[in-house]
């Protein structure tokens, strides 16, 4: 495992070495180096530079160019504009850093410096729910980070923190105890029971409940007193919830499985798990003076949060009643990730719409001192997942769309896309079956991941699963054609030759490929996956032109120039499977 610096971190310091040679008392000044359409490289940090000095930046720009030493990186610098440089780095340079990435496992992505312990939050359904579109986003999204941050060298913790608590469950307890063969299974004895089966169950079991307590006052009494009865943890009362809480698992782990997505029961910590921490952490709150009673309830108040009326509102950590609600439940998760899982970052991947939520419970959680300049909160909001026009996802009813129904349907579509090109590529009907669900899901989490979660999305199928264009099946089949081509290749395999001269093509591709270790670091700190689908679309897009550009296999090119071709489709292929298993999305080798 070697990480490799790349081209832009060589250059960088190259320019750093012609600076302070040229003015050693700017030696800490930046060049501020970024890629360029002009050349390879612009640097426009000497123009501050020389204001500062109050110098003429183009002499100071010349100045510090004949100050750096002759090298095999640098092919050429120009002094342009008011004082830029524009940089074009060696062709030569280009193909041995793309060797270096080739010749590591990691492509030469470097391990975080400052690596630490993330728990992240995220794919937290809500037990005898259904699941809808939201908890894709939040699913999708924080697998994503998991891998990412886990390919960094971080420690990564994962918290579903599952709505399993709350007042609805007496409603429901009440009701399968008064009729309690509603959550019996129709599968025959030992057959297991499907997921699609048990969230019918749970649904049916929730309306008549629901029903009941909205009409019977009687039974809204007797649920009532059930919510008592499970507070207070009697045993019976207890076991009957934990009966909705499996059955709701048997259905969430069917659609993650859906998804492709490998959630563990021990990462599974919902609402109910902190029950044992909260009467402390309101103690802790009220003996601190972070928290005050207000007409009976334990608050929190902030300056700047009000409500219509000009009035603060409070974070309500304990009701009037003596009952605790989600921001117990919050406050309590963050001493238990901060203090037993000894969290560095917690990392919050939920809908924007409870962003005020979390303001105030990181707000309150610092004035704690629970998180303090060691420990950071941080919500990966999310915005709406939108219909085709653009109001938010219903059904033609109104009602919310079934997840299930579209992961279903996507699969469908992309089958149907796979089953059309099958014929030419000699795919089985096993092949054909498989790899329709990897694009159908592929694309579903692509459309999600490749725009930046705080925006607002279209779920558009007929554009996720689109050949052309910004989608997972373009990646997908640009790295099946890759595959498809060392078929084809015969005895000649992958070999860098850095003495070559590339084609334009060439150079792109590779200046590209060389920035996957800082785009991987960037989609990492700055916690944005989208930047890292960003990158791979391009990555697809520059590997298009070179393929068209610059024949690999017919008209056959020269042993070298081949070789080396087929050494950038090599490392391109690599990149784009690497890059896309981060996202959580498959790459079939054949497509
Ligand atoms: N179950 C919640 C929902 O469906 C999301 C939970 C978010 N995580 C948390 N720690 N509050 O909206």
Redesign the pocket.
């Known amino acids: 495992m070697a990480s490799v610096p790349s081209l832009a971190s060589t250059v960088q310091q190259r320019l750093a070495d012609g600076l302070s040679a040229a003015l050693p008392d700017a030696a800490s000044a930046d060049p501020l180096l970024r890629r360029s359409d002009r050349a390879d490289f612009q640097a426009n940090g000497i123009l501050a530079l020389a204001k500062q000095l109050k110098g003429n930046p183009r002499e100071l720009a010349t100045k510090v160019v004949e100050a750096i030493p002759a090298n095999d990186v640098l092919k050429e610098i120009e002094v342009s504009g008011p004082g830029f440089l524009n940089i074009t780095v060696t062709d030569r340079a280009i193909v041995e850093t793309l060797a270096a990435r080739a010749a590591d496992a990691r492509l030469g992505v470097p391990f975080s410096e400052s690596a630490g312990t993330t728990v992240i939050?995220y794919a937290?359904?809500?037990v005898a729910?259904e699941m809808h579109v939201?908890?894709l986003r939040?699913a999708v999204i924080g697998a994503a980070m998991v891998e990412i941050l886990e390919f960094t060298g971080e420690t990564v913790v994962r918290?579903h923190?599952?709505?399993d608590w709350g007042t609805q469950f007496g409603m429901l307890i009440q009701y399968l105890i008064e009729h309690p063969h509603e959550l019996d299974h129709k599968a025959e004895d030992g057959a297991e029971v499907s997921g699609e089966e048990a969230m019918s169950n749970l649904n049916r079991l929730y309306k008549a409940s629901r029903a009941l307590f909205d009409s019977d006052e009687e039974f809204k009494t007797r649920a009532r007193a059930r919510v008592v009865d499970l507070q207070a943890g009697d045993e019976e009362t207890l076991a009957l919830w934990q009966r909705f809480v499996d059955e709701s698992k048997i259905y969430f782990y069917s659609v993650f499985d859906k998804l492709d997505m490998d959630i563990r029961d021990g990462d599974v910590v919902g609402?109910s798990g902190y029950n044992d921490m909260l009467t402390e952490t309101c103690r802790i709150l009220e003996e601190s003076g972070v928290a005050v009673r207000s007409e009976g309830a334990l608050c929190v108040f902030f300056d700047d949060v009000k409500g219509p009326d000009g009035n603060p509102t409070p974070l309500i950590v304990q009701k009037s009643d003596g009952g605790f609600g989600?921001a117990a439940?919050?406050l309590s998760?963050i001493r238990d990730r901060v203090q037993n899982l000894k969290a560095t970052s917690l990392l919050?991947v939920?809908?924007a719409r409870?962003s005020l939520?979390?303001k105030m419970v990181f707000e309150t959680a610092r004035r704690a001192g629970w998180l303090n300049d060691e420990v950071k909160a941080v919500q990966l909001a999310f915005g709406t997942v939108l219909g085709k026009d653009g109001k938010p996802f219903k059904t033609r009813e109104g009602e919310t769309v079934r997840l299930v129904d579209l992961l279903d349907e996507a699969v469908d579509r992309a089958t149907a896309v796979v089953r059309e090109k099958a014929e030419k590529v000699g795919l089985s009907e096993t092949e054909i079956v498989e790899n329709g669900q990897y694009v159908g899901i592929g694309a579903v989490k692509y459309a999600d991941l490749s725009t930046s979660a705080s925006r607002d999305y279209k779920f558009d199928l007929d554009q996720m699963v689109s050949l052309n264009g910004d989608t997972s099946v373009y990646l997908q089949y640009a790295y099946a054609r890759i595959k498809s081509i060392f078929g084809k290749a015969g005895d000649r395999t992958p070999a860098a030759h850095p003495e070559l001269e590339l084609a334009p093509a060439e150079r792109a591709l590779g200046l590209h490929l060389d920035r996957f270790a800082e785009t991987v670091s960037e989609a990492a700190t700055e916690y944005a996956p989208h930047k890292l689908t960003a990158y791979l679309y391009q990555l697809a897009s520059l590997y298009t032109t070179f393929y068209d550009q610059c024949p690999v296999i017919k008209p056959e090119p020269a042993q070298e120039v081949a070789e080396n071709r087929l050494f950038l489709c090599d490392l391109t292929a690599r990149t784009l499977h690497q890059g896309m298993a981060l996202l959580g999305i498959r790459t079939p080798e054949r497509l």
Do not use: C, L, M, W
């Open positions: 939050d937290q359904p809500n729910k939201g908890h939040s918290r923190h599952i709505g609402e989600y439940t919050d998760a919050y939920v809908d409870q939520h979390f």
